[in-house]
């Protein structure tokens, strides 16, 4: 299956973004098939200053890199004849313009966790306080992909498990208190999914069968316009 049912969601829901050319969805964990729609890409960027994830480096205000930029803009524009160019065009000007759209690195009150997770989530909520700001974005509905790993628990499940779930906890409850900060935390669903419960049984043998194939299906949701506090399954 080339696409994923979140990106399938972000064609269904692209109109409602007023024709914005900023990407509904955005991974901060690199590729993934759940972005992938048929009729969008996701944008991928990584952690860091959100002014610096995308910047179009070479062209620093000289009379010979404003002749040599004017070049480039101007050889985007033609060959459209050949697809695969166009194709090339097409990405590299969407580049640009996203680049634009990312100039400033919003800075929130929030302090996230120093944890991969944390750091991931944290550009999430710096990607949607831009989007309240900037007229650039400008979009009624966003898609974002995260990622933690770790959970292939066939041994120390206890030990490991105990660990991923502190860096899970406090870089969701710190990505809820940011969007209570930015006033729109009944307008943001967080929700976990995995591939763990494929499956059953515990898979594994010999006193390292680890419960996660089997009993990986559990999932939290949260959100200010979330009922919560109940069990479903």
Sequence with gaps: VATGWGGRSADMVVNCNNGSGFPTVTTISGASSFCVGAGQLPLAIDTGALDQV???NGFYGSPDDVARKNSMDYARQIDYAAT????ANDTTQQAVNIGAALSVDPALATVFPASY??????QVAKVMKLNLTSPLLSLNRQIFYVEQGGYDTHQDQLTDQAN???????AMNAFYAATQELGISDRVVTFTLSDFGRTLEPSG???????????????F???GAVAGGNFYG
């Excluded at 043998?205 to 999932?219: A, F, L, R």
């Design 54 to 56: 995308l910047v179009l």
């Design 84 to 87: 695969l160019i166009a194709a």
């Design 117 to 122: 997770l944390g750091d991931q989530l944290q």
């Design 164 to 170: 991923q779930f502190v860096e899970l906890s406090q």
């Design 205 to 219: 043998d010999n006193g390292s069968v680890g419960s996660d194939h089997g009993w990986g299906s559990h999932h």
């Design 221 to 223: 949701v949260m959100g």
